[in-house]
């Protein structure tokens, strides 16, 4: 059985940094590329960023892209998202993402985990 953890979501201020991490477990980690999503209070959850199983390869949304930076440690099943320069639109319910091949751009997200909630005040 697949699980994904998030942790390190927080308050924080307008330009602060955060970093998020999500510990996979159940199969082989470094098989499946992963992803970052988010839900912004009333609105539909949104992509935010995903990385290939190697690293090789990343992807980001416009909104976050030169801000957030994602990363992998395949050695310890875990994604993280490193949040620079925070702004209050930033603030969601983070969710981890697996996907069910070794690159996002050629399989779908299969495992979600349960949200790291990130608050920025202004």
């Known amino acids: 059985q697949v699980r994904l953890v998030e942790s390190g979501g927080g308050l924080v201020q307008a330009g602060d940094s955060l970093r998020l991490s999500c510990a996979a477990s159940g199969r082989t980690f470094s098989n499946h590329a992963m992803g970052w999503f988010r839900r912004a209070p009333g609105k539909e959850r949104v992509f935010v960023a995903s990385?290939?199983?190697?690293?090789?390869?990343?992807s980001y949304a416009n909104s976050v892209k030169g801000r957030f930076t994602i990363s992998r440690d395949n050695a310890k099943s875990t994604v993280y998202l490193q949040m620079n320069s925070l702004k209050p639109e930033d603030t969601a319910v983070y969710y981890c993402a697996s996907y069910s091949d070794g690159y996002y751009y050629t399989g779908e997200t299969d495992y979600w985990g349960q949200g790291t909630q990130v608050t920025v005040s202004s």
């Open positions: 990385i290939s199983r190697g690293a090789g390869s990343t």
